[in-house]
T-cell receptor, first 111, second 115 residues
Framework: GENVEQHPSTLSVQEGDSAVIKCTYSDSASNYFPWYKQELGKGPQLIIDIRSNVGEKKDQRIAVTLNKTAKHFSLHITETQPEDSAVYFCAAMDTGNQFYFGTGTSLTVIP | ETGVTQSPTHLIKTRGQQVTLRCSSQSGHNTVSWYQQALGQGPQFIFQYYREEENGRGNFPPRFSGLQFPNYSSELNVNALELDDSALYLC??????????????FGEGSRLTVL
């Protein structure tokens, strides 16, 4: 089955700096890669996603890149703000439409 | 638009007991999936329901079972609870024609503690 690895597990950045979180996946047939943000005591919320026929997608301060050959995808957050502090999860959806999540990155933005 | 709601939010059980967790899907969503999230880990897929039938299952034993009702709400049942079942149980709904092709909308979860 699919295996998703996520790094780093914790990340601290100064407000205004950029943050990058990286994930790798094992199943080359996986075709949909969402990123979720989970705040304390809440369920994960989708922040951006990318499908396998696209290499990059951007939404304001958030971007995701996908390298299908290397089987890795990354989340980029620019101009970080304190409200970006949360746990971020990457995920991959396989051809059986099951989602496999990474182990999460705890992002702290220091004011 | 009504979001995904789960109940109860917290509960404590003892080993060997049974538990039922409930989920109301987002308005208009016909597919519900359940995830187990252990502390410090990512969500792990338990199973998915579409049109009242299970149409996908992760690597969980049969003592994890579920139901989906005609109004698309769902239940997760766990029998013979074990200490390792302690986790946050997340319900997610989506709009799909039997296959999840897009965004999952998660509830806030039910925190289960097994003593």
């Amino acid at each position: 089955g699919e295996n998703v690895e996520q790094h780093p597990s914790t990340l601290s950045v100064q407000e205004g700096d950029s943050a990058v979180i990286k994930c790798t996946y094992s199943d080359s047939a996986s075709n949909y890669f969402p990123w979720y943000k989970q705040e304390l005591g809440k369920g994960p919320q989708l922040i951006i996603d990318i499908r396998s026929n696209v290499g990059e997608k951007k939404d304001q301060r958030i971007a995701v890149t996908l390298n299908k050959t290397a089987k890795h995808f990354s989340l980029h957050i620019t101009e970080t703000q304190p409200e970006d502090s949360a746990v971020y999860f990457c995920a991959a959806m396989d051809t059986g439409n099951q989602f496999y999540f990474g182990t999460g990155t705890s992002l702290t933005v220091i004011p | 638009e009504t979001g995904v709601t789960q109940s109860p939010t917290h509960l404590i059980k003892t080993r060997g007991q049974q538990v039922t967790l409930r989920c109301s899907s987002q308005s208009g969503h016909n597919t519900v999936s359940w995830y187990q999230q252990a502390l410090g880990q990512g969500p792990q897929f338990i199973f998915q329901y579409y049109r009242e039938e299970e149409n996908g299952r992760g690597n969980f034993p049969p003592r994890f079972s579920g139901l989906q009702f005609p109004n698309y709400s769902s239940e997760l049942n766990v029998n013979a609870l074990e200490l390792d079942d302690s986790a946050l149980y997340l319900c997610a709904s989506s709009l799909a024609g039997g296959q999840i092709t897009g965004e999952l909308f998660f509830g806030e979860g039910s925190r289960l503690t097994v003593l």
